[in-house]
């Protein structure tokens, strides 16, 4: 799927380097992945241990999972050298999430040289939206 590109996102996603720490933790899988619409589909798994008091997956990892899929969506359309940071982020929570598969959606909205638009959406194994988000990234250089 990936062919020979080259850069942070795909020498992970391609086994070439470790996955990061965090993506790891939140059990992110990629599903698929299109660079030329600037779209992404991601998987997680919400573990027991992601829960609040009221046994459902906490905000945090929520917005750490959407992080994870929208800062995803734009760093496999980067060349290599080029990654994205989040400058700012938001979150709308629609409804709880429970442990299990949640399938992240994400898009680049819009890209300039230094600045991208994101939005993303994550959505529950019946397929209904538990929370959705955007954030601007700042494209920066790796050296």
Same mark, same amino acid.
């Given at each position: 799927?990936? +062919?020979? =590109? ?9 086994? =070439? ?9 939140? +059990?992110?899988?990629?599903? *698929? ?21 009221? /046994?459902? @997956? *906490? ?6 999972? %959407? ?6 969506? %734009? ?6 050298? %080029? ?23 994400? =898009? @680049? ?10 939005? /993303? ?6 397929? *209904?939206?538990?929370? @959705?988000?955007?954030?601007?990234? =700042?494209?920066? +250089?790796? +050296?």
């Amino acid at each position: 799927m990936t +062919g020979e =590109r080259t850069n942070g996102f795909w020498d992970a996603v391609d086994g =070439r380097a470790p996955m990061p720490t965090a993506a790891r933790t939140l +059990g992110w899988t990629l599903i *698929q992945a299109s660079p030329e619409r600037g779209e992404i589909e991601v998987s997680f798994e919400a573990t027991d241990d992601f829960l609040n008091p009221a /046994g459902t @997956v *906490q905000g945090g990892f929520l917005t750490a999972m %959407l992080d994870d899929t929208m800062g995803p969506a %734009l760093a496999a359309t980067l060349d290599p050298g %080029l990654y994205g940071a989040t400058l700012e982020l938001k979150v709308s929570f629609l409804r709880p999430a429970k442990p299990g598969r949640l399938v992240g959606h994400g =898009r @680049v909205v819009h890209r300039g040289s230094t600045i991208a638009f994101l939005s /993303g959406e994550l959505l529950d194994a019946s397929g *209904q939206v538990v929370a @959705v988000g955007s954030a601007t990234a =700042r494209i920066l +250089g790796t +050296g």
